[in-house]
């Protein structure tokens, strides 16, 4: 159980288009959801914490208009990357925290997003 | 400001060696630190630490938290080469605060 997905899992872009990458609950329902971003070798890096039904709470020196994120239901949250340029190409994860088990956050296999 | 650091940063031992992976941390609102392991994609749940001096186990592997001298450390004993992985440690606090990972790489 406590399956969490990706979609894509791998996309190339365009400067200045915008990707949209879905991270979906499969088998429970999430109120909260977090997108990280990890670079080459590098640890995770929180970007936002996503919370169903309401706006992102995003993390210090993260932009907002840039990275949009919505949560419109228990089991679907998406990230938005507006006007990607190539320092956005990154490895983007999110994870979900389950409402009868909110003590450990399962993670999605990740999306690898290349900006060209 | 909080903050999760790992050590080492990397470590290459051979199979049958026993590794001991360290993570120390300054974090306000302390919740639970988990251990996981990164291959290829995304991470993926070892353990979580609540409490102090209780050792959890799986296998080969093994973890124990101090929340006085604020640190944890991951124990692998008999390595083997599907071991060889980023080993992540994270403190839930208001928010999951990751460290900087060890990759541990064990050589045949």
């Given at each position: 159980g406590a399956v969490v997905s990706q979609h894509p899992s791998w996309v190339i872009c365009k400067s200045g288009t915008s990707v949209k990458i879905e991270c979906r609950s499969l088998d429970f329902q999430a109120t909260t959801m977090f997108w990280y971003r990890q670079f080459p070798k590098q640890s995770l890096m929180l970007m936002a914490t996503s919370n169903e039904g309401s706006k992102a709470t995003y993390e210090q020196g993260v932009e907002k208009d840039k990275f949009l994120i919505n949560h419109?239901?228990?089991?679907l949250s998406t990230l938005t990357v507006t006007?990607?340029?190539?320092?956005?190409s990154s490895f983007y994860i999110c994870s979900a925290l389950g409402?009868?088990?909110?003590r450990e956050q399962y993670f999605g296999p990740g999306t690898r997003l290349t900006v060209t | 400001e909080d903050k999760v650091v790992q050590s080492p940063l990397s470590l290459v031992v051979h199979e049958g060696d026993t590794v001991t992976l360290n993570c120390s941390y300054e974090v306000t609102n302390f919740r639970s630190l988990l251990w996981y392991k990164q291959e290829k994609k995304a991470p993926t749940f070892l353990f979580m630490l609540t409490s102090s001096g209780i050792e959890k186990k799986s296998g080969r592997l093994s973890s124990i938290l101090d929340k006085k001298e604020l640190f944890s450390i991951l124990n692998i004993t008999?390595?083997?080469?599907?071991?060889?992985a980023i080993y992540l440690c994270a403190v839930k606090a208001y928010k999951y605060i990751f460290g900087t990972g060890t990759r541990l790489k064990v050589l045949a």
């Amino acid at each position: 159980g406590a399956v969490v997905s990706q979609h894509p899992s791998w996309v190339i872009c365009k400067s200045g288009t915008s990707v949209k990458i879905e991270c979906r609950s499969l088998d429970f329902q999430a109120t909260t959801m977090f997108w990280y971003r990890q670079f080459p070798k590098q640890s995770l890096m929180l970007m936002a914490t996503s919370n169903e039904g309401s706006k992102a709470t995003y993390e210090q020196g993260v932009e907002k208009d840039k990275f949009l994120i919505n949560h419109a239901s228990l089991t679907l949250s998406t990230l938005t990357v507006t006007s990607a340029h190539p320092e956005d190409s990154s490895f983007y994860i999110c994870s979900a925290l389950g409402i009868r088990d909110s003590r450990e956050q399962y993670f999605g296999p990740g999306t690898r997003l290349t900006v060209t | 400001e909080d903050k999760v650091v790992q050590s080492p940063l990397s470590l290459v031992v051979h199979e049958g060696d026993t590794v001991t992976l360290n993570c120390s941390y300054e974090v306000t609102n302390f919740r639970s630190l988990l251990w996981y392991k990164q291959e290829k994609k995304a991470p993926t749940f070892l353990f979580m630490l609540t409490s102090s001096g209780i050792e959890k186990k799986s296998g080969r592997l093994s973890s124990i938290l101090d929340k006085k001298e604020l640190f944890s450390i991951l124990n692998i004993t008999a390595t083997q080469t599907g071991d060889s992985a980023i080993y992540l440690c994270a403190v839930k606090a208001y928010k999951y605060i990751f460290g900087t990972g060890t990759r541990l790489k064990v050589l045949a």
